[in-house]
């Protein structure tokens, strides 16, 4: 039985179809780094700018127009890996533009576009301080209650989450609640850096701290 080898017309062709795909895969690859790099420098751009604008030496319009920008750069790239430190930023400008729903969006935004866990804790928080802000103490004291309840305390922000719950029951005027959650704070921190604060609410509040349990945690990972 004999082999039928391809004709050179055949090898050709072949070759040519060969070398047309890797060209287009070379190609689309050029074309996604190229973009991510735009990206990146449309974003690094932008953030820039946000940061200089909250210097208290920057023009008063500065927060106003470096807003102005996040906005614009995260609606044009809304799938940028820095869409989420943006959002938050244009957040953190809004809010001390004292535009708190606005602020609130923001800040919403950067936990929808895929924000890491610090990032993520942080726009929850800023969340509650602007309701905190508009004396929205029960709403407040919900956003801060989500922070808390995905914290523990090894986690860095975990003694200023309880802080800002037990700051905001206190406003709400559920003092029996504040005190559980400072009481809780000093269990769970004995060593915490604002405990002589806590302590002094507790007194004010006439409340005790909590008898030492054992040996301080650790207060980061």
């Known amino acids: 039985m004999s082999f039928a080898w391809p004709s050179p017309r055949t090898l050709v062709t072949v070759g040519i ?30 953030m820039t700018r946000a940061y200089a604008a ?14 102005a920008d996040l906005e614009q750069v995260i609606a044009q790239y809304p799938s ?8 938050y930023e244009l957040g953190n400008l809004r809010y001390a533009a004292h535009q708190y729903a606005p602020a609130r969006a923001a800040y919403e935004t950067a936990i929808g576009r895929g924000a890491g866990p610090t990032v993520r804790t942080l726009a929850r928080t800023s969340i509650g301080y602007a309701w ?9 004291v919900d956003a ?15 003694e200023q989450a309880l802080l800002d719950l037990a700051r905001a029951q206190e406003l709400a005027g559920r003092t029996p609640d504040a ?12 060593a ?13 509040l006439g409340a005790s701290a909590p008898a030492p349990t054992g040996p301080a945690a650790p207060t980061g990972r």
């Open 54 to 67: 909250q210097s208290p030496q920057a023009p008063s319009d500065a927060r106003g127009r470096a807003a």
């Open 132 to 140: 905190e802000a508009e004396r929205n103490f029960a709403k407040a």
């Open 80 to 87: 940028g890996a820095s869409a989420s430190e943006a959002a």
């Open 192 to 204: 915490a850096r604002r405990a002589d604060d806590v302590r002094g609410r507790l007194t004010a």
């Open 144 to 158: 801060f209650q989500g922070v808390v309840k995905d914290l523990g305390p090894r986690d860095f922000l975990y």
């Open 179 to 190: 005190v559980a959650t400072y009481q809780r704070l000093l269990k769970d921190l004995p």
């Open 17 to 46: 179809a060969i070398v047309a795909v890797a060209t287009v895969g070379v190609g689309g690859w050029y074309w996604y780094d190229t973009q991510q790099r735009r990206v990146a420098a449309a974003y690094a751009d932008v």
